[in-house]
């Protein structure tokens, strides 16, 4: 039989229903855990039927974490003519889709989390990239969880020069004959940061050189980013941002670009405001950061 929704104290009701036997009183239920332990505290009620034919219910209140689809409960039934055993568990579970952009050194993968499933066979896993089949995953290696039911993960590897933001991606599972599906489009991440005066170029040169730090998930997206600035507002020349090359960050998980940025000296001390901006076409926004110099030493 099947198994009740969980109560408000966290157990389930299981049964187990013996049919087609006689006499009416000579059956009796046992009840056992996984590991072939009787069980106590289960009910049985009194037959019902005619002609011979009885039917006979007993059920139980388990603690839903202890209702794990690895570990079934047995319910035995018997009378003079024999016994007969029944495993009790749950029954096949729906997946959970996720689909999240994992982002490393050499590439980006779209990462297809596929959790919370029962039983572990029959399921297939299909990508899509816009709409048309791409990889088949015949058996997807999943591990079980403590619940009992099993978590895998399907990975599609794309270059991170050459990600395609305009791509939409679907992760389709098929488990026992039914269609699962999730997708997303990749918006690549795309932030600006200022970082103040090099002490070295201040201290040794005489120079205010500020960092303009462009971050983001795809390493061409990063290198092709272009910074302007302004000081107040006269803008700096372009001669006066020199960029390097974009450089993967394990601690972020993205790629950054440094932009130098000389200002003028006197303009930074007197507390001009230097701002500085992107373009982020991707999301077709413009990305602006400030820095000035404040009485105290300090850079907001």
């Not at 590991?35 to 009194?46: I, N, T």
């Not at 024999?82 to 980006?108: D, F, M, N, Y």
């Not at 305009?166 to 991440?189: D, I, L, R």
Request: proline content about 5%; some cysteine.
């Amino acid at each position: 039989m099947s198994h009740c929704t969980p109560d408000s104290a966290g157990f389930v009701t299981i049964g187990c229903m013996a049919r087609g036997f006689t006499p009416a009183d000579s059956l009796t239920f046992k009840w056992k855990d996984f590991a072939k332990k009787e069980l106590s505290d289960f009910v049985q009620y009194p037959a019902f039927g005619s002609g011979g034919e009885y039917t006979k219910v007993s059920h139980m209140r388990v603690r839903k974490s202890d209702w794990n689809p690895q570990k079934p409960y047995n319910c035995e039934a018997s009378n003079s003519k024999g016994t007969k055993e029944s495993p009790v568990a749950p029954g096949p579970r729906k997946p959970t889709l996720s689909l999240v952009p994992v982002t490393t050194l050499k590439s980006t993968s779209f990462m297809c989390a596929v959790e919370d499933f029962y039983p572990q066979n029959d399921l297939l896993v299909q990508w899509k990239i816009n709409d048309t089949n791409s990889r088949r995953q015949l058996k997807l290696e999943s591990k079980s969880n403590e619940q009992g039911y099993y978590n895998g993960y399907s990975f599609y590897e794309v270059s991170s020069e050459n990600l395609d933001v305009n791509t939409q991606y679907t992760c389709e599972v098929t488990h026992q004959g039914k269609q699962f599906n999730t997708m997303a489009n990749f918006k690549a991440k795309l932030s600006l940061t200022m970082k103040p005066p090099i002490q070295r170029e201040l201290f040794v040169n005489d120079k205010i050189v500020l960092q303009a730090v462009v971050s983001g998930d795809v390493k061409n997206t990063v290198q092709n980013t272009s910074v302007s600035c302004k000081v107040k507002d006269e803008r700096v020349p372009k001669e006066n941002i020199t960029a390097g090359i974009a450089e993967f960050s394990n601690d972020t998980s993205q790629f950054n670009r440094i932009h130098n940025v000389t200002v003028d000296t006197k303009k930074w001390f007197d507390g001009e405001m230097v701002t500085c901006t992107i373009r982020d076409t991707n999301n077709n926004r413009d990305i602006q950061q400030e820095i000035r110099f404040e009485k105290g030493g300090k850079s907001v």
